[in-house]
């Protein structure tokens, strides 16, 4: 099967930073927590490849740094989507009709109500700022996605014959729900993960640049926008690079939901062509 | 009609109730108490006491729960702690900036995306349809706090065309306070506008492949013909949708620009009740987003179901 340009282009994106990401564990070009202040505000040279900050941090090793940040955040964000947005979206449609699936969904309609950044700019403020609370906020937001999502396909599997006939066959409905459903629906939901993962990556960015993210000294993208807001006019450097270290890594995720679900939605690929 | 009204109506009230009650209790949590951290270290005890008391700060959680939500639905949103205003006060102060800027990024993105969307589902499959679905894809993923502060150097600071930020007030000319509200506007619009457009190509692509466009086109109209005259309309309904979506989407958004262009706006209003254990700003500022958000959800869903009886089956 030939694989969709959008995957190849988006999946090459993002593997860029996530080995800039993986590579800043063994190595970084210069160390990002020692302060250099005679060299500070380079413009790109020789040695520092994308300049250097108002504290003489070399930009391209803080960018590294930072990628581990954003995508370590976004990940374990999704993840807690998926790990209590998946069981409580099989839940609610083994349980299809019942109070329970009523309960589980009227609890997601009313986080969707919920202006998400809001109240990701609330938590963390209120339980202070850190990567760890940047993670929660972003997180919960996630669940009600994971569960809307698998409780409508897990529905519509579950009128299928093979599944009377594991029901038939005396399977419960938890093995039926991991056996059978969860992956028939496996597909939808890497194509949502990227979706999230990339908001994630928006979602740290914003946080992390009103000062509710990863702390000094960690280096994290958002806050060196921050930081290079007011020196903006005489040196553009420092805001352009992590500027397009957020886009370029969420376009890669976006092009890559797109070309999977190209491959893995064959019902998508019928209308879209 | 009625009959769904009143659901949806009951359904909102209880969206609200529950929304409360979840920013009360995580507001709650806040560490460290007000009274003292105003105060500061050296106070006596019976002073800390005595504010606290005027502050409204004793008895249970469930009575300042009840106090303040029947005040909230009075119009009265309690004392600053910090400003030693009423809340009401320095809300509307502010939400004459916040909400205006989120309603000229909701018409920019609007009319952004409308023509941009149609164009691209117009000329399918063509260079213009890629480009635009390039550009679109590029749009989405940008940062709007980032593109604001390139704005800002390029219009404000290069050009000169717009201050760089602060808002003079309305009082001082409408146009002056809509100028500077326009690079704040833009930033917030173009995300969404992305989106937008994406969503309004897909939707008329949608309608296009159904019968009654077939059935037109056999009649004899042209496809730009049928594009307008019967696919538009239907089209809308999905876009609709997330247009009324896309006013959460803004508020929130504005809180964070408000900041790149130092709006005194509600987000400011947060981020310094966030600071100065002002809890009683904070809640009820949020508490004031989130209404206007499921009050907007809830809105749409009854123009929607106005429009469509198919829809007041659910």
């Known amino acids: 099967m030939r694989l969709p340009r959008t995957l190849i282009l988006g999946g090459g994106l993002f593997a860029v930073f996530l080995a800039a990401a993986l590579v800043s564990f063994l190595w970084t070009p210069f160390d990002v927590e020692i302060l250099n202040i005679p060299s500070k505000l380079q413009k790109p040279n020789a040695v520092f490849w994308l300049g250097s900050d108002h504290l003489g941090r070399d930009i391209l090793s803080m960018l590294m740094v930072g990628a581990r940040t954003s995508i370590a955040v976004a990940i374990v964000a999704v993840g807690i989507g998926i790990g209590l947005g998946l069981p409580l979206g099989l839940w609610a449609a083994a349980n299809h009709g019942s109070w329970l699936d009523e309960v589980i969904m009227r609890g997601n309609d009313l986080v969707f109500a919920f202006p998400s950044l809001v109240i990701a700019i609330l938590i963390t403020a209120v339980f202070g700022p850190s990567a760890l609370n940047a993670i929660i906020a972003i997180g919960i937001f996630n669940i009600p996605v994971f569960a809307r999502i698998s409780r409508g396909a897990a529905l519509s599997i579950w009128t299928l014959d093979y599944i009377l006939a594991a029901r038939v066959a005396g399977k419960n409905a938890v093995r039926i729900s991991v056996e059978h459903i969860l992956p028939n629906i496996a597909n939808l939901l890497i194509v949502q993960g990227t979706i999230q993962f990339s908001l994630g990556i928006l979602a740290e960015a914003a946080l992390s640049y009103v000062g509710l993210g990863a702390q000094p000294p960690t280096p994290s993208w958002g806050r060196m926008l921050a930081d290079s807001q007011t020196m903006i006019s005489f040196a553009p450097h420092l805001a352009l690079f992590p500027g397009l270290a957020i886009v370029f890594t969420v376009l890669g995720l976006n092009l890559m939901g797109d070309g999977l679900r190209d491959i893995l939605d064959p019902k998508i690929r019928r209308s879209r062509r | ?314």
């Open chain 2, 1 to 314: 009609m009625l009959r769904f009204a009143s659901i949806r109506l009951v359904s909102l009230s209880l969206s609200l109730l529950a929304a409360s009650i979840v920013i009360f209790a995580v507001v709650e949590v806040i560490p460290g108490d007000p009274a003292s951290y105003m105060l500061g270290m050296n106070a006596q005890e019976d002073t800390v006491a005595a504010l606290r008391e005027q502050l409204g700060l004793e008895g249970s959680i469930v009575t300042r729960y009840f106090t303040w939500v029947t005040g909230m639905l009075q119009g009265d949103f309690g004392t600053s702690y910090t400003y030693r205003v009423p809340v009401s006060e320095l809300i509307l102060a502010r939400i004459w900036i916040s909400l205006p800027l989120a309603v000229y990024a909701l018409a920019l993105s609007t009319i952004i995306a409308f023509p941009v969307g149609l164009i691209a589902a117009a000329q399918r499959g063509k260079a213009t349809d890629t480009g635009i679905m390039a550009a679109t894809q590029l749009g989405v993923a940008v940062p709007n706090f980032w593109f604001a502060m390139f704005l800002v150097v390029i219009f404000a600071i290069k050009l000169r065309w717009f201050s760089a930020g602060g808002f003079p007030g309305w009082d001082e000319g409408f146009w002056l306070s809509i100028k500077s509200l326009t690079l704040p506007a833009i930033a917030l619009a173009l995300p969404q506008a992305s989106i937008l457009a994406r969503i309004m190509r897909s939707s008329i692509l949608d309608t296009l492949d159904q019968d009654y466009i077939r059935t037109a086109r056999a009649k004899g109209l042209t496809r730009r013909q049928a594009i307008t005259r019967h696919a538009l309309r239907n089209a809308m309904i999905p876009v609709l949708t997330i247009i009324g979506m896309q006013f959460s989407f803004l508020l929130a958004g504005a809180i964070i620009i408000e900041n790149v262009f130092f709006l005194p706006g509600l987000g400011r209003l947060i981020f310094q009740g966030i600071t100065q254990r002002d809890l009683i700003v904070v809640e009820s500022v949020v508490m004031l987003l989130v209404f206007a958000v499921i009050t907007v959800t809830f809105l749409v869903d009854l123009a929607y179901a106005a429009v469509d009886p198919r829809l007041r089956r659910r």
